[in-house]
Structures are given as structure tokens and as C-alpha cells.
């Protein structure tokens, strides 16, 4: 047997490569048509006003100045959902570990329970919030009982505006079934021989789950942090179907405004320029996951490309 | 040798009040499982039991956990006034051509990034991945705008062709991940034998990687399914509405009449639930396989 070396330099092969470019064709046109070039068009129409049938009036950053010091209902908007975001991600972060961890155990009916906690991702949304908006019912909903039943008063859950953020944050965790598959994945990758190891040398549960555990999930939290946080950050069906983005700004979450500002009231710039600002915080968001990943993921080995 | 032998009676003792240990934490894991699972499910089956009582019974207090009589007969009753068929044959005309076209697409670009070597593969890739984190919000207005100078606004088409472009940087990540778990002497076997790229996709890689297909298929089904937004902006006429869109304005009509809201609800869950039970097995299995690599 003679091993043949490597060669360096890659070498083209024509119809490979001309192969491979008809199989990605569909994909290089969905990647320019429907994702980059839209993109770059909202970037573009954000400095117009344009009401979608008239001339289109070229304004500069006029929208991003009116969104800024004279919408009364953008800064409500934007803290909202910052809030929904922050209450949904890491409530959703914390209930799926929790779940996955305890089914990386040997339990009995580990299928079915994955089956159970999944469940709720495959239901559809609109029926989802429908199901949820009658338990948040105020006189005859299940949690306003369950809160008389001990002795509170009872809570307008989808019409406070202080609390339809929390409310609907909630469902945002509860239908997070998905993460738990991940986090399961990541899981059974934990190489048991850490924990032995740590065993013999008398760490306790606790102290193998910080040392061990945690750090050896890292790569999947991040994983599931970056994606649970762009997915929440652009929220809207919760509005859409149940609360129509109030009471007050409430439920008026970016993506709702944008919406609205765009389909109901024909203002396509103004609607763009929510566009960028939505991505300019998921870009900032992003930059600082990415920034800091560094300094607390841990990579097992060189397992790194 | 000798150090583990003078180890063992020590290691043994310890090993068994370990186990014993282990039992007694699987145990609570397991109670803790029951208790989470019965909180999980129980708002599920609370619209059910809403779904099969009247709305006397509904407004009464304190609310019965179980229905005092099981009205079945709601659904019937509810299925007259909600078209149920009609709106669940129009989500159907969207999904299923456009759960196809990505699986299928999906498919020849991730086969593309996993197997063949091309010029701009990097960047191409890199573009791919970059997607995923590309907010799909931002697009939305001037897809509309493009779609409407299309003349297709308030047709299916802008619901079912976007996804026969690529089916999604996820979906093409996830089957170049398959893809790459098949080994490679196959491909190379069948080179011999003279086949080329497009016979080694359809006859060795895409048995090979059935299951991933699969799980691409549920996934966006999962995706489409419960995109109501998409639904909104685009179909604005009533006898193309889908499911979902069909639920909102029986809510609307019925405003007080959680009985039949519930019914409906319930109805518009099952698809979903079937289509998960027949793919469950291959849900897990395809999400282990990325989960890892990211």
C-alpha cells in the first residue's frame, strides 16, 4: 500500500463545481431574493415616505428623527420588547435546562415526557393563545381561581399594562419545547468520565453541576441563547391574535409597530426604519453574545475547526 | 495492579451507598417529571374539558376540573358555523407544496456544501450561515412590495415559493450535518462504477439520510403552521384562509362563546398532534444530530 500524499492546493474540478452551483441554485436565489436583497431595500426605503402608491419622497433620516423624538409610542414599544425578550429567554433558558437535565437521568418513560414537554412547540400558535387568553380570563379563568382559591383578589393578566408583557412571556416559555431537545443533546455528549472522576475525588452534585455540567454545556447555552433571543426579539403573534399590541404599549412589541405602521397605516418607510432599528439592536445583541462567547464558552479538546 | 487491589474493597463500599444514592435522585428527578409534565399539560387539558362543557357550566364558580357531562356534541354543533374542512384543505394547498420544495431543495444544498468542492464554497456557506441570524422581519416589507408589484398578493404563491429557495440556512445545516455522517467510501464506490454527482445524490446519499429529510419536513411544517403573520399580511380574503386565520374570525364572530371557541381550538390542534406522533422518533434523533455540531 502506497499512501498518496495530499495535494495543497485545492484543484477545481469544472463540472463539480458546476454541479454544486446548480444544486445551490435555488439556494443563491432564496439567499439574494429573499434574504439579502429584501434586506437591503428596507435599509433603502427607510429614508423614503412612501405610502405605497403616490411617488416615493426621498426624506433622509426624517423617519428615524420622528420615530425618535416625536412617537409617542416607540419607546414604549421598544422597552416592551426588550422586556418580553428578557423575561422569554432566559425563563425559557432556565425551564428547559431544568426539564432536560432531569430527563438525562434514568428515569422510566423518558420518551413520553420528552413527548409531553415538546408538545406545546407543535401546536398552532393561534390556537395556543386562545387556549392561554381563556386561562388568563379575568372572572372565569383557571389562574384567577387558582388565585382566589388562595385567597388573592383577582388579576387582569391580558388587560394591565404592566402585566401583559410578564403574561404573555410566560406562553414564550411554556412553548419552548424545542430548547429541551437541544439541551438534551448536549447533555448526552457530557463525557460521564468527567464525572467520575469528579466523584472519586468527593465533589457532590452541586459542585460537579457548576464544574462539569455547566461548563461542558456552554457551546449548546450559547446556541440556544443566540437563538431564543433573535426569535424573541422579533415577537408579534401574541399580538397579532390576542392583545393588538395594547393595553397602553403593552403588547405594542417592534415588530407589532412595524406591522402596523406598514399594513394598516401605508407607511412603508416608516414601518422600514422600525425594520432597521429592530435589526440594529439584534446586531448589537449578537455582537456583545459573540464578543463575550470567548471569555465563558468552553471548548471541549480541540474540537474547535 | 497492587494499587487497585488495595483500592477495590474501598471503591466497592463506596460504589453501593453511590448507587443507593443514585436510586433515591432518580426517584425525585422522576416525581419532579410527573409534577412538571401534569403543569405543562394541564393548560392542554383545560381546553379540552373547556372544549366539552356548555357555557353555563363554564361561567359557573367555582369551575369544574372535570366536565359535569361530556358534551361531544359541541363539535358537530361548533363544525356548522367554523369551516373546518375548508380552512384545514387551504392550509394543506400551502403547506404541503411548500414543506416539499424545501425538503427537496434543502437537500441538493446541503448534499452542495457537504460533498462537492466549488469554487466560493466559503462564502457561499458563510452567506448561509450568516442568514440564520439575519432578523426575517427586516425583509418583510419589501417582500410584500415585490409580491404585490407581482400581482400575487392574496394568492398562495408568496406562502409556498419562498420555500422552494433553499428551505431555510437551518434546514440546509442540518442535512449538510447528515450528509456528512455518511461515509464517504459509498460516494466513492459508486464513482467508480461511474455515477455522477446527481446519481450519487438520488441513489446513495438521499437513503442515507431519510430520516434528516424527515425531520427537515416536520420542522417547517412546525415553521409554516404557525406563522400567522405571513398568513395575515398576505391572504386577506376570506375563502383563502387558513386555519389559523379562519380560528382568529370565528373568535372574532363568537366573541363570548368560549364553548365553541375552545371546540375550534381543540380542532386545530389535532393536525399538529398527528403529524408530531408520526414524527416524533425522527424530531429527536435530527435535532441531536445539529445540536452537537453547533
Redesign the interface.
Given at each position: 500500500m502506497t499512501v498518496v500524499p495530499k495535494k495543497k492546493k485545492?484543484r477545481?474540478?469544472r463540472?463539480?463545481?458546476r454541479?454544486?452551483?446548480l444544486?445551490?441554485l435555488?439556494?443563491?436565489?432564496?439567499?439574494t431574493?429573499?434574504?439579502?436583497?429584501?434586506?437591503i431595500?428596507?435599509f433603502a426605503?427607510s429614508l423614503f415616505s412612501w405610502n405605497?402608491l403616490g411617488d416615493m419622497k426621498y426624506i433622509g433620516l426624517d423617519n428615524y428623527v420622528r420615530l425618535f423624538t416625536r412617537d409617542t409610542k416607540f419607546y414604549g414599544s421598544l422597552l416592551t420588547t426588550l422586556e418580553y425578550a428578557g423575561i422569554s429567554v432566559i425563563g425559557s433558558i432556565i425551564y428547559s435546562m431544568i426539564?432536560a437535565m432531569?430527563?438525562n437521568?434514568?428515569?422510566?418513560a423518558r420518551g413520553f415526557?420528552?413527548?409531553?414537554?415538546?408538545?406545546?412547540?407543535?401546536?398552532?400558535?393561534?390556537?395556543v393563545y386562545?387556549?392561554?387568553k381563556?386561562?388568563y380570563?379575568y372572572?372565569?379563568g383557571?389562574f384567577n381561581?387558582l388565585i382566589k382559591?388562595s385567597g388573592g383578589t383577582s388579576v387582569k393578566f391580558l388587560d394591565s399594562s404592566g402585566l401583559v408583557t410578564p403574561s404573555l412571556a410566560l406562553i414564550a416559555v411554556?412553548l419552548s419545547g424545542?430548547l429541551i431537545?437541544?439541551f438534551?443533546?448536549?447533555l448526552?455528549?457530557v463525557p460521564r468520565t468527567y464525572h467520575e472522576a469528579a466523584?472519586?475525588d468527593g465533589a457532590n452534585?452541586w459542585q460537579r453541576f457548576w464544574n462539569i455540567t455547566i461548563p461542558c454545556m456552554t457551546?449548546?447555552i450559547f446556541?440556544n441563547l443566540?437563538?431564543s433571543l433573535?426569535s424573541n426579539?422579533?415577537v408579534?403573534?401574541p399580538a397579532?391574535?390576542l392583545t393588538q399590541g395594547g393595553p397602553g404599549t403593552g403588547s405594542y412589541f417592534m415588530?407589532f409597530m412595524?406591522?402596523t405602521q406598514?399594513?394598516k397605516s401605508h407607511k412603508?418607510g416608516y414601518?422600514?426604519a422600525i425594520?432597521?432599528i429592530?435589526?440594529a439592536i439584534?446586531a448589537v445583541f449578537?455582537g456583545i453574545l459573540f464578543a463575550t462567547s470567548k471569555g465563558w464558552i468552553f471548548y471541549e479538546g480541540d474540537d474547535r475547526e | 495492579m497492587s494499587i487497585r487491589a488495595i483500592k477495590m474493597p474501598a471503591?466497592g463500599s463506596r460504589a453501593a451507598s453511590?448507587s443507593r444514592r443514585e436510586r433515591a435522585?432518580?426517584i425525585l428527578?422522576?416525581v419532579?417529571?410527573i409534577l412538571?409534565?401534569l403543569i405543562?399539560?394541564?393548560?392542554?387539558y383545560?381546553?379540552f374539558r373547556?372544549s366539552l362543557m356548555s357555557n353555563g357550566e363554564?361561567?359557573a364558580?367555582?369551575?369544574a376540573f372535570v366536565p359535569p357531562a361530556w358534551r361531544f356534541e359541541n363539535y358537530p354543533e361548533t363544525l356548522k358555523s367554523f369551516e373546518y374542512l375548508k380552512f384545514l384543505g387551504n392550509t394543506m394547498t400551502i403547506l404541503l407544496p411548500a414543506v416539499f420544495g424545501a425538503v427537496i431543495?434543502a437537500t441538493?444544498?446541503g448534499?452542495?456544501?457537504a460533498r462537492?468542492?466549488?469554487?466560493?464554497?466559503k462564502f457561499?456557506f458563510t452567506?448561509?450561515v450568516g442568514?440564520?441570524?439575519?432578523?426575517?422581519?427586516?425583509?418583510?416589507?419589501?417582500?410584500?412590495?415585490?409580491w404585490?408589484k407581482l400581482g400575487l398578493v392574496n394568492t398562495y404563491w408568496p406562502l409556498i415559493l419562498?420555500h422552494?429557495?433553499?428551505g431555510g440556512a437551518f434546514n440546509?445545516f442540518l442535512i449538510r450535518q447528515f450528509v456528512k455522517t455518511v461515509p464517504r467510501e459509498l460516494d466513492e464506490a459508486a464513482t467508480i462504477d461511474g455515477c455522477?454527482?446527481?446519481r450519487i445524490?438520488v441513489f446513495i446519499i438521499v437513503p442515507a439520510i431519510k430520516a434528516a429529510m424527515i425531520v427537515v419536513g416536520l420542522l417547517k411544517f412546525?415553521e409554516l403552521?404557525?406563522?400567522?403573520?405571513q398568513q395575515?399580511?398576505y391572504i386577506t380574503r376570506r375563502e383563502r384562509y387558513t386555519?389559523?386565520l379562519g380560528?382568529?374570525i370565528f373568535?372574532g364572530s363568537f366573541n363570548d362563546d368560549?364553548s365553541s371557541?375552545?371546540c375550534a381550538?381543540c380542532l386545530?390542534?389535532i393536525p399538529?398532534?398527528i403529524?408530531?406522533l408520526i414524527g416524533?422518533r425522527y424530531?429527536?434523533e435530527g435535532?441531536?444530530m445539529t445540536?452537537?455540531k453547533?
Open positions: 485545492i477545481y474540478n463540472s463539480e463545481t454541479t454544486a452551483w444544486l445551490l435555488p439556494s443563491v436565489i432564496g439567499l431574493c429573499i434574504t439579502y436583497l429584501p434586506m431595500a428596507s426605503l405605497g426539564i432531569l430527563l437521568r434514568k428515569v422510566p415526557f420528552r413527548a409531553v414537554f415538546y408538545l406545546p412547540y407543535v401546536l398552532p400558535a393561534l390556537a386562545l387556549g392561554w381563556w386561562l380570563d372572572n372565569h383557571l381561581y382559591l411554556w424545542n431537545v437541544i438534551l443533546a448536549g448526552q455528549n466523584e472519586i452534585a457551546p449548546i446556541y443566540l437563538m433573535v426579539l422579533q408579534i403573534t397579532l391574535s415588530c412595524l406591522y406598514a399594513f412603508y414601518g422600514s425594520a432597521v429592530l435589526f439584534i449578537t | 471503591r453511590r435522585a432518580n428527578c422522576f419532579l417529571l412538571l409534565a405543562v399539560m394541564f393548560p392542554i383545560w381546553i373547556s363554564l361561567y364558580y367555582p369551575p431543495t441538493m444544498g448534499y452542495a456544501f462537492l468542492r466549488f469554487r466560493g464554497k457561499l452567506l448561509c442568514s440564520m441570524l439575519l432578523p426575517s422581519m427586516v425583509t418583510l416589507i419589501p417582500l410584500f412590495i415585490a404585490s419562498p422552494f429557495c433553499g440546509i455522477g454527482f446527481f445524490l412546525i403552521w404557525n406563522d400567522l403573520l395575515v399580511t386555519l389559523a380560528l382568529n373568535r368560549w371557541i375552545m381550538t386545530s390542534f399538529g398532534i403529524f408530531y416524533q424530531f429527536v435535532i441531536v445540536g452537537m453547533n
